[in-house]
């Protein structure tokens, strides 16, 4: 980068941080809770919400293939999707696809570009995102919000950053009715969560958490349309 093109960069307070949700709670599927990844992160709005009308274009979707097919409204109008969702599409077989904007402190202070691209460190392409799933029980429903926690460039930092999120300074493992971590991602024997699943709790109350670190690449290879032809990695 150019010293000129350097002077242009500026440090945004916030982030924006595109995902995509797929629930399948209507479908014939082992998935139980709805899929949440982050696919990109911009520091201005209007460069996220452009990023978030390509999404479902870039998986191999085109609106014809969706029974419903939505976009938020740019003033006014009526929204039942969700605040952050600018995008939402039902599939035939009963899928939903939410694609939404989630607001953050940018806490790293990462530099951006006048387009509200992000300048990241040479080598690097994508960040880590420690994602915050919460479960809670109303008579035989279950509710589920995801929430992001931070973004991160370090992979190892991400995972650090995973560990912690549900320990704060007056919370423990001890005030858990159950806690259980493990050091590293990938599969593994007698560990149910999913190979995102750094930690999985269980509060007094009963309500469940799981905290996972997710990088863009993996919703790409996960959920479009043409599994078996070369993705975006």
């Known amino acids: 980068m150019s010293a000129q093109e350097k002077s ?6 916030f982030l924006y941080h595109t995902y995509l949700k797929v ?8 998935e139980v809770l709805p899929r949440f990844y982050v696919l990109a992160t911009h520091a201005t709005v209007e460069s996220a919400k452009s990023f978030a009308a390509t999404v479902l274009p870039e ?3 085109e609106e014809t293939d969706f029974d419903i097919y939505e976009k938020r409204p740019k003033v006014g109008g009526e929204w039942k999707h969700g605040d952050g969702v600018v995008v939402y599409a039902k599939a035939p077989a009963g899928q939903e696809f939410f694609v939404g ?4 402190l940018n806490s790293g202070d990462l530099p951006a570009e006048p387009d509200g691209s992000l300048v990241l460190p040479q080598g690097v392409d994508h ?6 799933t919460n479960i809670e029980y109303r008579g035989d429903d279950q509710v589920a919000t995801t929430e992001i926690q931070g973004s991160y460039v370090k992979r190892a930092v991400a995972l650090e950053g995973a560990k912690s999120c549900l320990l704060y300074t007056d ?17 593994r024997d007698n560990w149910p969560y999913g190979e995102d699943v750094l930690v999985h709790a269980v509060a007094n109350s009963g309500a469940n958490y799981l905290v996972s670190v997710k ?19």
């Open 8 to 13: 242009q960069t500026f440090v945004p307070e």
């Open 23 to 30: 629930d399948e709670h209507g479908v014939e599927t082992k």
């Open 59 to 61: 998986l191999g979707y």
């Open 101 to 104: 904007i989630d607001t953050k």
């Open 127 to 132: 960040l880590h995102y420690v994602l915050q």
């Open 171 to 187: 919370i423990t493992e001890g005030d858990f009715a159950e806690y259980e971590a493990r050091d590293d991602l990938g599969e």
């Open 215 to 233: 990088s863009p690449p993996s919703a790409y290879l996960r959920h479009s349309k043409h599994k078996g032809e070369s993705q975006k990695t």
